[in-house]
């Protein structure tokens, strides 16, 4: 398995401000993603953090509102640009790991987020 | 465009009383069929990767099924501490160029389980 840690674990924010998300993983991964989960609701996948790239987006997430960094492989980054408290939600990364013939995805904590 | 479909939504059993949660999806060739269970202000917990029907997976009291078109969970002899949401989820179709979806997962929306004492 994996071990990640986000940062914040939570963060109540103004409305127009931006919000920096970390995520550390105890080990190299190659697969990285952004989750977001929306109170009361399933997860939905942001976007595809590549490292030495642009991030990959989903239909309906643009990089503009979501800027995304991934320097190495232990570690990447999700923004929340210009918040509206439509943006209020947990955000999720999420790690693969390869076994011999399976895989197997695991999630960080989540950031809780509330724009105010 | 892939569909992932859960049933109940919820469910309320008592200690010891078994039963079963269902997912079904829509997907143009599967790639594999992810449990996880997530308990209230965390992340979700991994359970099992099923890839092929007839496979099954077990853990404790848990037993992860899958047909061509639907997987199930089998609780047997419930615990309160059960007691949590169920998610399933599928990798999307891979982009062209992209080796594998990677697990890009499209959730279904979970099922809450409560096992009461």
């Known amino acids: 398995s994996a071990v990640i840690s986000q940062k914040p674990s939570r963060d109540i924010c103004q409305r127009g401000t931006s919000l920096t998300i970390q995520c550390q993983v105890d080990s190299q991964v190659t697969m990285m993603f952004w989750y977001r989960q929306q109170p009361g609701q399933s997860l939905t996948l942001i976007a595809t953090a590549n490292q030495g790239s642009e991030a990959t987006y989903e239909s309906g997430f643009v990089i503009d509102k979501f800027p995304i960094s991934r320097p190495n492989l232990t570690f990447s980054t999700l923004t929340v640009s210009n918040m509206s408290p439509e943006d209020s939600s947990i955000y999720l990364c999420?790690?693969?790991?390869?076994?011999?013939?399976?895989?197997?995805?695991?999630f960080g904590p989540g950031t809780r987020l509330t724009v105010t | 465009e892939d569909q992932v479909t859960q049933s109940p939504e919820a469910l309320r059993l008592q200690e010891g009383e078994s039963s079963s949660l269902n997912c079904s999806y829509t997907v143009s060739g599967l790639r594999g069929l992810f449990w996880y269970r997530q308990d209230p202000g965390k992340g979700p917990e991994f359970l099992f990767t099923?890839?092929?029907a007839g496979e099954e997976k077990e853990k404790e009291r848990l037993k992860a099924t899958l047909t061509k078109k639907e997987s199930f969970l089998h609780i047997t002899a419930p615990k309160p501490e059960d007691s949590a949401t169920y998610l399933c989820?599928?990798?999307?179709?891979?982009?062209?160029?992209?080796?594998?979806?990677?697990?890009?997962?499209?959730f279904g929306e979970g099922t809450q389980l409560t096992v009461n004492p």
């Open positions: 989820a599928v990798p999307r179709r891979v982009r062209p160029l992209e080796e594998t979806s990677g697990s890009r997962l499209t």
């Open positions: 099923l890839y092929s």
């Open positions: 999420s790690v693969v790991l390869r076994a011999q013939y399976n895989y197997e995805q695991y």
